[in-house]
């Protein structure tokens, strides 16, 4: 089983500056990753898939980067919508799907 | 607009069972793969099975295998998840999520399972 390794666990960042994001595989993971995103009370949003690809109707402040065993989400210029727990996936090596233990972004 | 509604979640005893459903509308639900993605209380995602387009093949988590069973009625547009043997560490949110494929476009809101005495 592949094993996703995200950090930092809780990152504080102001709004209007950038954020960013790891990502780490156990073993390589080729570019299958994604990323997502998700606020209380909802199911997750699919944001980034093959690692560095947008999905429908994502803004563009979004960013995935990467390919093997390292990984990195970007949040160009953070908005307040945007703070809210974020989970990296692979879906190189199934069964099964894992997933990172994910990131809480946070308002500093 | 794609749609993915979960229900069934209900307050279940340790052993007992239970069937989770997913309706789907909004796209063309007979040519995706579809998952169960289940969420502890204050924890993370875990994937819990994956059924392919057409129901020929269906994949399990180790901590599933054997006591759930996904299954599927395209006719119906519906998802299923049939839970036997549960145990209190399966209490979760369980989400239905479309496979893309591979990465999960859609997801639902999710279907509040508590395995408990």
């Known amino acids: 089983e592949i094993v996703m390794t995200q950090s930092p666990a809780t990152l504080s960042v102001s709004p209007g500056e950038r954020a960013t994001l790891s990502c780490r595989a156990s073993q390589s993971v080729s570019s299958s990753l994604a990323w997502y995103q998700q606020k209380p009370g909802q199911g997750p949003r699919l944001l980034i898939y093959?690692?560095?690809t947008r999905a429908t109707g994502i803004p563009a402040r979004f960013s995935g980067s990467g390919s093997g065993t390292e990984f990195t989400l970007t949040i160009s210029s953070l908005q307040s919508e945007d703070f809210a727990f974020y989970y990296c996936q692979q879906y190189n090596n199934w069964p099964p799907y894992t997933f990172g233990q994910g990131t809480k972004l946070e308002i500093k | 607009e794609v749609q993915l509604v979960e229900s069934g979640g209900v307050v279940v005893q340790p052993g007992g069972s239970l069937r989770l459903s997913c309706a789907a509308s909004?796209?063309?639900?007979?040519?995706?793969?579809m998952h169960w993605v289940r969420q502890a209380p204050g924890k993370g995602l875990e994937w819990v099975s994956l059924?392919?387009?057409?129901?020929?093949?269906?994949y399990y988590a180790d901590s599933v295998k054997g006591r759930f069973t996904i299954s599927r009625d395209n006719s119906k547009n519906s998802l299923y998840l049939q839970m036997n043997s549960l145990r209190p560490e399966d209490t979760a949110l369980y989400y239905c999520?479309?496979?893309?494929?591979?990465?999960?476009?859609?997801w639902g809101q999710g279907t509040l399972v508590t395995v408990s005495s």
């Open positions: 999520a479309k496979d893309r494929p591979n990465a999960y476009d859609y």
């Open positions: 059924i392919t387009w057409g129901g020929g093949s269906t």
């Open positions: 909004g796209f063309t639900f007979g040519d995706y793969a």
């Open positions: 093959g690692a560095s």
